[in-house]
């Protein structure tokens, strides 16, 4: 199917007014794929993993409560690492950007229909 470069702009409007959904996905996904930072730290924010430790009170000082001792290169210790800028922050924006390339192939899949 070929598209007259003249009425790209309002193909593209039409189909954006078309899919309101699948848009907010793309948009959102290229945002994270961009900068995934955008997605990773308010994340590690909420649960309470600082750049200074876990925080007091939070999800973060319960689960290192709860566990005793953390083990290096695991779960916990990753995402700390993450929060503090350290290896586990390329291995969080990674996973970010994954679930951005899954979540737009998932939304073009389930746009398809319509």
Avoid: C, E
Wanted: proline share 5%; charged share 5%; net charge neutral.
């Amino acid at each position: 199917m070929s598209i007259p470069y003249a009425d790209l702009p309002m193909t593209v409007k039409d189909w954006i007014i078309d899919h309101p959904y699948q848009t907010m996905f793309h948009i959102v996904n290229g945002v994270v794929l961009i900068t995934p930072a955008a997605a990773t730290v308010p994340i590690f924010n909420m649960l309470g993993f600082t750049a200074l430790g876990p925080a007091g009170g939070t999800a973060a000082s319960g689960m290192m409560a709860w566990l005793g001792s953390i083990a290096q290169g695991g779960l916990y210790a990753t995402m700390q690492s993450a929060a503090m800028g350290g290896y586990g922050a390329s291995v969080a924006a990674g996973a970010a950007q994954a679930g951005a390339v899954a979540s737009s192939a998932l939304g073009y899949i389930w746009g398809r229909g319509n």
